[in-house]
């Protein structure tokens, strides 16, 4: 609704109450939708709109200052016009790409007003025929920049463009924020977001820091090089020429992409090296984290002192109380010696009581055969009963007269023996179910002395990892001893009872051959007499000796004697000529019949263990 203004001598009145208001919906058209579409792309209001928004009017009062660039437009060659400075044809040199579209634009009219050929024809001037004209310059200098990814590329290869970095040396640290300001200034023109991080003052945090240089180091950048295409793919004849000049153009632009990468990376690699303010944030970072580590090696000093100090306490507390315990030890000991040797007096009186109360009574008997078992009898229990039985017996046969005193004495006998007698059977039980179990059976069985013998010789001749090596061994026994009737299980039970008694089998060995060799000795009848003065010195072996007095050495067959036996063997084949002889040089302690006898041992051996094993393979 819309009211005429007011008169002076007008009057107002209320002649009828309003209608209400009714809400009505319309849409944009024409300009209008486009400037709604502006608003709702960039998120501005109708105000801001308003307040950003120019009018032609305000448009034609853009004011540019005109620039004599006569002599600029007379030396270009128009075949060259992608080597002239575009902003400096159309007289905008100093705006360059912070001219808008209006000022280009006026600034294109201003020159065609000026330079047209037309309008110097009028005015008598000399003009170039067609495009050979300067002319053609300013056109050309329009078209790329009245176009926005023209002017854009261009821009890109703008030679006025400063791409200079910064130094990380010495005078750019002291100069830090004039040095580098500028150029990251400078630089910001290309990236792709609207706002850049300014590099801020000494005093700025060190998130805004950490902010700015996030921002440098993924620096997203507009900047290309499509300008500087060597060939334009249009004037290519066929498809495949266009296609080839598009793909040295491309590589070409990505060569120079990457240079303009490295260039910003290194400006702002200069700059981080150079930036007071990280320098500062590090030294900072530095210090707190070694005040962190000394204090860290502080508490550990802290409490390994303190922990020095509870066990050193801990030892003291535990030497105490075990100083204590030795007082309380030897104090109790002491008590209990004096106690022991109370009850060994005590004792002691008793058995003298007994032994006197007995020949007191002449031992009970007149006979001297029963006198004697008697006083066998009173020593036993004197040496067996203990204190209260024996102060017992004594004041039983103390106050009792004759066949009462014997009685008494007869129970102590009987009841001493009874109980000997149930030890003796509780040690024996123990015995069997010690020797019993699973191979209680194989316990009763009875072994002869040749089923030991080659039991013992069968085991060394099978080791542990045979297979079934208790059933080959069994069938060994049976092949030497036809008598035997012993199976593995029976073969398993002698074993482990040999082993048990390995040791007291060995003593009877070595003592066995100790008086074997005693025999030898003296049936030898050799007697040594050193010189007076002089120390006997022995020259030989045992086994040498023996070997040059008896002609053989009865001792076994050591493992070092064996490896010798064997490398001889080896050393002298069959068809060696006197080979039992050069076999016994090898071994000093052993002479040629020993050599040969070793070898037959060997030789049975062999074939009785491969006998077993063939047994047994055929058993199954």
């Known amino acids: 609704m819309f009211l005429l203004p007011a008169t002076d001598d007008a009057v107002t009145s209320v002649t009828a109450p309003l209608s209400a208001p009714v809400k009505v919906s319309f849409e944009s058209a024409g300009r209008w939708f486009e400037a709604l579409r502006l608003r709702r792309r960039h998120k501005h209001s109708l105000s801001h709109h308003s307040l950003q928004s120019s009018s032609s009017e305000e448009s034609d009062n853009e004011e540019i200052e005109e620039e004599d660039n006569l002599i600029l437009l007379q030396g270009l060659d128009p075949k060259e016009w992608k080597q002239q400075d575009h902003y400096a044809v159309l007289g905008i040199s100093k705006l360059r790409y912070k001219a808008t579209e209006n000022q280009i634009k006026k600034a294109y009219k201003s020159m065609v007003l000026k330079h047209h050929p037309d309008k110097r024809k009028a005015r008598g001037l000399k003009v170039g025929d067609g495009e050979d004209d300067y002319f053609t310059c300013i056109t050309r ?45 400078r630089n910001s023109r290309w990236s792709n977001r609207r706002t850049a991080p300014s590099l801020g003052t000494d005093s700025t945090s060190i998130e805004d820091v950490n902010r700015f240089y996030t921002f440098w180091y993924d620096f997203d950048s507009w900047r290309e090089y499509s300008y500087l ?84 306490e801990a030892l003291e507390e535990e030497r105490k109380k075990k100083e204590k315990e030795e007082e309380e030890a030897k104090a109790q000991a002491a008590i209990a010696k004096k106690e022991k040797e109370a009850q060994k007096r005590l004792l002691k009186k008793e058995r003298k009581t007994l032994r006197t109360v007995a020949k007191d009574k002449n031992y009970f008997t007149d006979a001297e055969d029963e006198k004697v078992t008697n006083m066998a009898d009173v020593d036993r229990l004197a040496d067996q009963l203990s204190l209260l039985q024996l102060q017992t017996l004594n004041e039983a046969m103390a106050a009792d007269e004759g066949s009462r005193a014997k009685e008494a004495f007869s129970e102590a006998v009987q009841e001493l023996n009874k109980q000997i007698e149930e030890e003796k ?35 060394n001749l099978f080791p542990a990892g045979t297979k079934e090596r208790w059933e080959v061994i069994a069938n060994f026994i049976h092949q030497h001893v036809p008598t035997s009737n012993k199976n593995a299980k029976d073969v398993l039970h002698k074993a482990k009872e040999l082993q048990k008694n390995d040791v007291f089998l060995k003593q009877n060995a070595d003592k066995k051959a100790f008086e074997n060799f005693e025999k030898n000795v ?63 040089e090898c071994i000093s302690t052993r002479s040629k019949k020993d050599c040969m006898k070793r070898y037959k041992e060997l030789v049975e051996m062999v074939k009785a263990k491969k006998a077993a094993q063939d047994a047994t393979t055929k058993k199954k």
């Open 141 to 185: 200098a329009y078209e790329i920049l009245g176009n926005k990814l023209k002017r854009r590329s261009y821009d890109s290869v703008d030679p006025q463009f400063d791409n200079d970095v910064p130094p990380a040396d010495e005078e750019s640290k002291k100069n830090f924020f004039k040095v580098f300001g500028p150029v990251f200034e």
């Open 229 to 312: 295409d060597e060939e334009e793919k249009e004037k290519g004849e066929n498809r495949e020429e266009r296609r080839w000049i598009e793909k040295q153009n491309k590589a070409a632009r990505q060569r120079l992409k990457k240079e303009e990468t490295a260039r910003i990376r290194q400006l702002v690699d200069n700059a981080y090296a150079c930036d007071p303010r990280v320098i500062r944030y590090r030294e900072e970072e530095k210090e707190k984290k070694e005040a962190q580590k000394r204090a860290k090696k502080e508490a550990a000093r802290q409490k390994a002192l303190e922990e020095e100090r509870i066990k050193r």
């Open 425 to 459: 059977q509780r040690h024996l039980e123990a015995l069997q179910k010690q020797s019993g179990g699973d191979n209680s059976q194989g316990s009763k069985k009875s072994w002869s002395e040749a089923e030991i013998q080659c039991m013992i010789k069968a085991v």
């Open 522 to 584: 003296k049936s030898a009848n050799v007697q040594a007499n050193p010189k007076e003065g002089v120390v006997s010195e022995r020259f030989e072996s045992v086994g040498e000796q023996q070997v040059r007095e008896q002609g053989t050495n009865p001792a076994p067959w050591s493992p070092e004697e064996q490896k010798l036996l064997e490398q001889a063997l080896k050393s002298y084949p069959a068809s060696t000529a006197d080979r039992w002889d050069r076999i016994s």
